[in-house]
């Protein structure tokens, strides 16, 4: 679709990602919201390794700290954490249904969320609410539709 | 990230991304404001007369108002001969817009479309019309973040309007309602009490309106009275507020950090080297300006010298400013009447 290189593709879903996480939003679906940057780092780890990987992670976690976070460069730690653990698992990933697929995507953004979490705690700016859980299982669940949509941005041409 | 917490080094930095994230910021919130823009086009001629109507009631109101505190700033002036009371606390405002983006969906911030350019800086009082909003955390080229008083990492030095106690508020977590966790039981605080800014913490000035308090649970057992107040700026429904400079030498100034130490008021007649037992008149006119009594005390002493609670940014003052003065354990002998 665009080239044998899919950065073009991976440049655009990104943007896409960041205006669905700024997106003022009703405040229940706010509290709902998953973390699209996060799927989208996910995706592209475990479907194109070698273009993104941990750079990518950790580029998209800092226009991530651009916009939110309490500290500058927590969600950049966190989100390279989460590509490189991906990109280690993307052939283990890649080979399984999509319903497993999403579990374990739930156990990754869960994984994600504790670093933050945990980041948080140390730097002093705890945020203890429950809520900030919630976007993990919204994540996980809408994962299907979000491979499924990645997918259509870039076809590797074989 | 260790940096930026504890050196502030990436303070350029941050400030650089906070720049390029603004387009996008703009970006992201143009659907919005367009739609609101298309919205106002089309008003009717009715909706804008009916408003233009209401605006010139509240105006003529106003006038009528500001006119009486007018002549009473001049009386109360007269009275007390002190000429600084007549120059009003707020040098400079600029209306700044709210950019209709979501910033963090558990926290309380907002972001507005003014920044250094606008000569903004951290740690700058955010005011609406009906009270306070929160006050500027990172400030880029553009625009800046505020931090609203409802978050739950805020924490403003208030007082009670009606027996001058002073405490804490801390925000809920939630647009609607502030918390004063640090009020013992005994503490004379009803519903309906009026909060206002004490003046401490170096960002607001003493007098503005902040919440009126609305649910009060006080326990025997309890050593600390549990105690939600609603704030009175429209936080969740605001789409302009008020950004504000204060007169540093006016006495009503907030506090100053100098020399890391926090100083208030007209700097010419504060620091007494010799302790005066009779406390002149322009010290009990400052006093009165700063609206609390220990302070006088504190001055008539020769120390108007307050220790920092911490950092320029009082923000961040949650729990250590609530043992320093803030809290005066020389207020706590007022008992509720039994």
Same mark, same amino acid.
């Given at each position: 679709?665009?080239?044998?290189?899919?950065?073009?593709?991976?440049?655009?879903?990104?943007?896409?990602?960041?205006?669905?996480?700024? /997106?003022?939003?009703?405040?229940?679906?706010?509290?709902?919201?998953?973390?699209?940057?996060?799927?989208?780092?996910?995706?592209?780890?475990?479907?194109?390794?070698?273009?993104?990987?941990?750079?990518?992670?950790?580029?998209?976690? /800092?226009?991530?700290?651009?916009?939110?976070?309490?500290?500058l460069g927590e969600h950049a730690l966190a989100l390279?954490?989460?590509?490189?653990?991906?990109?280690?698992?993307?052939?283990?990933?890649?080979?399984?249904?999509?319903?497993?697929?999403?579990?374990?995507?739930?156990?990754?953004?869960?994984?994600?969320?504790?670093?933050?979490?945990?980041?948080?705690?140390?730097?002093?700016?705890?945020?203890?609410?429950?809520?900030?859980?919630?976007?993990?299982?919204?994540?996980? /669940?809408?994962?299907?539709?979000?491979?499924?949509?990645?997918?259509?941005?870039?076809?590797?041409?074989? | 990230?260790?940096?930026?917490?504890?050196?502030?080094?990436?303070?350029?930095?941050?400030?650089?991304?906070?720049?390029?994230?603004?387009? !996008?910021?703009?970006?992201?919130?143009?659907? %919005?404001?367009?739609?609101?823009?298309?919205?106002?086009?089309?008003? $009717?001629?009715?909706? *804008?007369?009916?408003?233009?109507?209401?605006?010139?009631?509240?105006?003529?109101?106003?006038?009528?108002?500001?006119?009486?505190?007018?002549?009473?700033?001049?009386?109360?002036?007269?009275?007390?001969?002190?000429?600084?009371?007549?120059?009003? !606390?707020?040098?400079?405002?600029?209306?700044?817009?709210?950019?209709?983006?979501?910033?963090?969906?558990?926290?309380?911030?907002?972001?507005?479309?003014r920044g250094s350019v606008n000569s903004v800086v951290?740690?700058?009082? &955010?005011?609406?019309?009906? +009270?306070?909003?929160?006050?500027?955390?990172? &400030? +880029?080229?553009?625009?800046?973040? !505020?931090?609203?008083?409802?978050?739950?990492?805020?924490?403003?030095?208030?007082?009670?309007?009606?027996?001058?106690?002073?405490?804490?508020?801390?925000?809920?977590?939630?647009?609607?309602?502030?918390?004063?966790?640090?009020?013992?039981?005994?503490?004379?605080?009803?519903?309906?009490?009026?909060?206002?800014?004490?003046?401490?913490?170096?960002?607001?000035p003493p007098g503005y309106p902040v919440a009126r308090?609305?649910?009060?649970?006080?326990?025997? %057992?309890?050593?600390?009275?549990? &105690?939600?107040?609603? #704030?009175?700026?429209?936080?969740?429904?605001?789409?302009? %507020?008020?950004?504000?400079?204060?007169?540093?030498?006016?006495?009503?100034? #907030? *506090?100053?950090?100098?020399?890391?130490?926090?100083?208030?008021?007209?700097?010419?007649?504060?620091?007494?080297? &010799?302790?005066?037992?009779? %406390?002149?008149?322009?010290?009990?006119?400052?006093?009165?300006?700063?609206?609390?009594?220990?302070?006088?005390?504190?001055?008539?002493?020769? $120390?108007?010298?307050?220790?920092?609670?911490?950092?320029?940014?009082?923000?961040? !003052?949650?729990?250590?400013?609530?043992?320093? #003065?803030?809290? $005066?354990?020389?207020?706590?002998?007022?008992?509720?009447?039994?």
């Amino acid at each position: 679709m665009s080239g044998s290189s899919p950065r073009v593709a991976m440049l655009k879903t990104v943007v896409g990602a960041l205006i669905l996480t700024l /997106l003022p939003l009703p405040s229940w679906l706010e509290i709902v919201r998953p973390g699209f940057l996060a799927l989208t780092v996910l995706y592209w780890s475990i479907a194109a390794p070698r273009a993104g990987g941990i750079t990518l992670g950790w580029v998209c976690g /800092l226009l991530l700290d651009a916009f939110e976070g309490p500290v500058l460069g927590e969600h950049a730690l966190a989100l390279a954490f989460l590509a490189y653990i991906a990109v280690r698992e993307h052939q283990r990933i890649r080979s399984k249904p999509i319903f497993q697929q999403s579990l374990i995507v739930f156990a990754a953004l869960i994984f994600y969320e504790v670093v933050l979490f945990a980041i948080d705690g140390w730097s002093g700016h705890p945020l203890t609410a429950p809520l900030r859980w919630v976007p993990t299982f919204t994540g996980a /669940l809408i994962w299907p539709v979000a491979a499924a949509i990645l997918a259509r941005s870039y076809r590797p041409s074989t | 990230m260790i940096l930026d917490q504890r050196f502030n080094w990436l303070g350029r930095a941050h400030y650089a991304l906070q720049a390029a994230s603004y387009p !996008v910021e703009l970006a992201v919130s143009s659907p %919005v404001a367009a739609w609101h823009w298309v919205q106002k086009s089309f008003a $009717t001629r009715d909706s *804008l007369e009916a408003e233009n109507q209401r605006l010139r009631t509240r105006l003529r109101d106003l006038e009528l108002r500001s006119m009486r505190y007018d002549a009473l700033a001049r009386q109360n002036a007269a009275l007390i001969g002190l000429r600084n009371a007549l120059p009003p !606390v707020a040098q400079r405002w600029l209306p700044a817009d709210i950019v209709n983006i979501q910033l963090d969906s558990l926290r309380q911030r907002v972001l507005i479309d003014r920044g250094s350019v606008n000569s903004v800086v951290a740690g700058q009082a &955010v005011l609406d019309d009906d +009270g306070v909003v929160g006050q500027t955390m990172h &400030v +880029g080229p553009w625009s800046a973040q !505020v931090i609203l008083i409802t978050d739950p990492e805020h924490a403003l030095p208030v007082s009670i309007q009606r027996t001058g106690l002073r405490t804490i508020a801390v925000g809920a977590g939630d647009s609607t309602s502030l918390a004063l966790p640090y009020l013992p039981a005994n503490a004379d605080i009803r519903v309906g009490d009026v909060i206002v800014t004490s003046g401490l913490g170096g960002v607001f000035p003493p007098g503005y309106p902040v919440a009126r308090v609305t649910e009060v649970h006080k326990e025997a %057992v309890q050593p600390l009275a549990h &105690v939600r107040a609603v #704030p009175f700026a429209h936080i969740d429904t605001d789409s302009e %507020v008020m950004l504000i400079w204060f007169r540093q030498d006016s006495p009503a100034a #907030p *506090l100053e950090e100098h020399d890391g130490e926090l100083i208030t008021g007209d700097r010419s007649i504060q620091p007494l080297t &010799v302790p005066a037992k009779p %406390v002149p008149p322009s010290e009990a006119a400052a006093a009165a300006k700063a609206a609390d009594k220990t302070d006088a005390a504190r001055k008539a002493a020769g $120390t108007t010298h307050i220790k920092p609670p911490s950092q320029a940014s009082a923000a961040k !003052v949650s729990k250590p400013l609530s043992k320093p #003065p803030a809290t $005066t354990p020389a207020r706590k002998p007022e008992r509720p009447p039994t």
